[in-house]
Structure formats: C-alpha cells, structure tokens
C-alpha cells in the first residue's frame, strides 16, 4: 500500500535562515508526489509536485523539494524562511488504485520566528 | 482556492442529526472528493465522483452518503451525525487532462462540530 510519512510534528526556523520539511515515501512503481499548504483557516493550497524528470521541483512562494529514489524521500526545502510561511504542510502521494486519491502525511507543523 | 467553495463554513449540530455539506466549482473539473481532517492523521478520502453517474467510496464512506447533482456540485450528508464525525472537511476538484497526474484542488473546508 501507497503512504508517506512526515517524521516531524512540528518545525522550528529562525526567519532568513533555510527551512527543510521532511517526507518519506512508501510506493509501488513510480511516485507521484505533492506537497500542498494549509494557513489558518484556509483551505490546502497545492505547492508542487514531482512526476518525472528533475529530481529538484520548484514550486510556489520560492518552495522547492528534492526528490531522492534511493532514499524514498520527496523534503520540502526553502533558502530563507519568511514569518509568513508559518503553516501546516502536507506531503503526499498519489494511489492510483482508488480513483487517484491522495494520501495524505499527517503533517508538519512550520513555525517561522522573527 | 476561490473556484471550489464550500458551504456552510462552520457548523454546529447535535448527535442524530441528518446534515449536508455542500461544494461547488467553477473550474469545469470532471472529478470531485470529499476528505476529513483530523488532527495527526492529514487527510483521509470518504467519496469520491468521477463524473455525474460515476460515485465511488473512498477509505472512511461509512456513516456518510453523497449525492453528485451536477458536474458543478457535490454534497456529503451526514444521516445521523455522531460525535466522532467532529472533523474539518474538504472538497476538492481534480482534471482529467493529464493522464492521471492531475492536481487536486481544495476548497477553504467545513468545520464541523457534533456535539
């Protein structure tokens, strides 16, 4: 069975300093991976995500992740941290066995302090 | 997302109570989800549509039912809430154009609270 796992609860980053969220995969096949963002009472916004091709994936807000196969994870990365990026973020994979559903992680917690 | 609304935005019911959640968008997708939250689990589906006549349970359906009244529009129902059904709901919409590897697209969630 298809899942993810997002080892940290929560993160902590001083602002202007890098940020890293952390996503291990579990699949079968191909990957097709996705980080999305939630801010406070909002719905999930989609960041980006990885099918094929580059292993680095730029995505929205300066984000990017790094796609690594022989370590089954997809982390989500930023060089300089703003206060704003404080939010939940989600990793997840797609499972073609149940209407291309996501899986979801249970999500990491970003806190950015001035 | 502001083309996938959802309706009402909060809502408290008490237990045995039959309740609708409602999604609408405006992005001419033909697949639409419903998925809870709740806290240290992400998301899990309950339904799924993939088209009008095409409703499909996803990992949670029980306790729940949906009605897809048009490609626009998808209801959850709860028949008879319970107080585990205390959750944060989502719909999302997803396209068909990109052989499987669309991206899901989420509206702002339900928050709901069955007391």
């Known amino acids: 069975a298809q899942s993810v796992a997002q080892p940290e609860d929560q993160v902590n980053v001083a602002e202007g300093n890098p940020l890293t969220v952390k996503c291990t995969y579990s699949?079968?096949?191909?990957?097709?991976l996705f980080w999305y963002v939630q801010y406070p009472n909002r719905g999930l916004q989609f960041l980006l995500k990885y099918i094929t091709g580059d292993n680095l994936v730029k995505g929205s807000y300066g984000f990017e992740a790094e796609f690594n196969k022989s370590q089954t994870s997809f982390h989500l990365k930023k060089p300089s941290a703003l206060v704003s990026d404080s939010a939940l973020y989600f990793c997840a994979v797609r499972d073609f066995g149940q209407g291309g559903k996501l899986i979801f992680g249970q999500g990491t917690e970003l806190s950015v302090k001035p | 997302d502001a083309d996938v609304t959802q309706t009402p935005r909060n809502r408290i019911t008490k237990t045995g109570k039959r309740i609708m959640l409602e999604c609408s968008q405006t992005?001419?997708?033909?697949?639409m989800y419903w998925y809870r939250q709740d806290p240290g689990l992400g998301l899990r589906l309950i339904y799924y549509s993939f088209d009008v006549k095409d409703i499909n349970k996803g990992e949670i359906s029980d306790g729940y039912s949906v009605s897809r009244q048009a490609q626009a529009k998808f209801s959850l129902s709860l028949e008879s809430a319970i107080p585990n059904q205390t959750a944060l709901y989502f719909c999302?919409?997803?396209?068909?154009?990109?052989?499987?590897?669309?991206?899901?697209?989420f509206g702002p969630g339900t928050r709901l609270l069955v007391l």
């Open positions: 992005k001419g997708h033909d697949r």
């Open positions: 699949v079968s096949g191909n990957p097709y």
């Open positions: 999302a919409t997803s396209d068909i154009h990109q052989g499987g590897l669309e991206t899901q697209y």
